[in-house]
Nanobody
Framework: QVHLVESGGGLVQPGGSLRLSCVVS????????MGWYRQAPGKERELVAR???????YYADSVKGRFTISRDHGKNTVFLQMNSLRPEDTAVYYC????????WGQGTQVIVSS
C-alpha cells in the first residue's frame, strides 16, 4: 500500500503563493498518474491537478494558470506550486494516484485569508 505524506500548507494572504510537497513511499516511475486533490469545508473532495509519467498535465478550470504540478522521480515527490491564491482555494490538500487509491495521507491545510 502506498503511503503519502503531504506538507507545505499554511496561512497566506490573497495573491500569495505556497508550494506543497507530497512524498510517496514507492517509486514514482511505477505510478502513471499522480494528482493533487482538495476538500473545502462542506464540499466533496475534488481533483485540481494531475501529472502523468509522460509529462502530460491536467488542471481544473478553477486553478488553471495559477497552479503548477510537477513530479521529481529522484525524490519520489510530487509538488504543487500555487500562485495568486484566492480565498476560495482554502481547503485541505491531498495527493494521491489518479484514479485515487483508498489510502489517503493526512493532507495539508491551506488557508487563504487577509
Amino acid at each position: 500500500q502506498v503511503h503519502l505524506v503531504e506538507s507545505g500548507g499554511g496561512l497566506v494572504q490573497p495573491g500569495g503563493s505556497l508550494r506543497l510537497s507530497c512524498v510517496v513511499s514507492e517509486s514514482l516511475f511505477s505510478i502513471y498518474r499522480m494528482g493533487w486533490y482538495r476538500q473545502a469545508p462542506g464540499k466533496e473532495r475534488e481533483l485540481v491537478a494531475r501529472a502523468s509519467r509522460d509529462a502530460s498535465t491536467y488542471y481544473a478550470d478553477s486553478v488553471k494558470g495559477r497552479f503548477t504540478i510537477s513530479r521529481d522521480h529522484g525524490k519520489n515527490t510530487v509538488f504543487l506550486q500555487m500562485n495568486s491564491l484566492r480565498p476560495e482555494d482554502t481547503a485541505v490538500y491531498y495527493c494521491n494516484m489518479v484514479p485515487s487509491s483508498t489510502s489517503w495521507g493526512q493532507g495539508t491545510q491551506v488557508i487563504v485569508s487577509s
